[in-house]
């Protein structure tokens, strides 16, 4: 049974900080390509950030230099530490892996207000 387990949002003020973390199982995470999405209320899931098995990644305009997406293959795990979160940050962030079918984590609550 495949599993992806988001962990690490929350509340923060304005300029804080947090860290995902995505725990995956049930797949060959290595060869997998993963990512993590958003969507806020009344809005389309949008891509945050990705990164490719070979490790290559890509930031959506909005995040480039605020966020950024590692992998650990040994622990089967994506994290995406953010820094500098604005009120428009706040959604619920939802993990992904993709190679021949598409999974996706329960997702996990990032509310950034004063």
């Known amino acids: 049974q495949v599993q992806l387990v988001e962990s690490g949002g929350g509340l923060v003020q304005p300029g804080g900080s947090l860290r995902l973390s995505c725990a995956a199982s049930?797949?060959?995470?290595?060869?997998?390509?993963v990512g993590w999405y958003r969507q806020a209320p009344g809005k389309q899931r949008e891509l945050v950030a990705s990164s490719t098995s070979d490790g290559f990644t890509n930031y959506a305009d909005f995040v480039k230099g605020r966020f950024t997406i590692s992998r650990d293959n040994t622990k089967s795990t994506v994290y995406l530490p953010m820094d500098s979160l604005k009120p428009e940050d706040t959604a619920v962030y939802y993990c992904?892996?993709?190679?021949?079918?598409?999974?996706w984590g329960q997702g996990t609550q990032v509310t950034v207000s004063s």
């Open positions: 049930g797949i060959a995470f290595s060869k997998y390509a």
């Open positions: 992904n892996a993709r190679s021949k079918r598409d999974y």
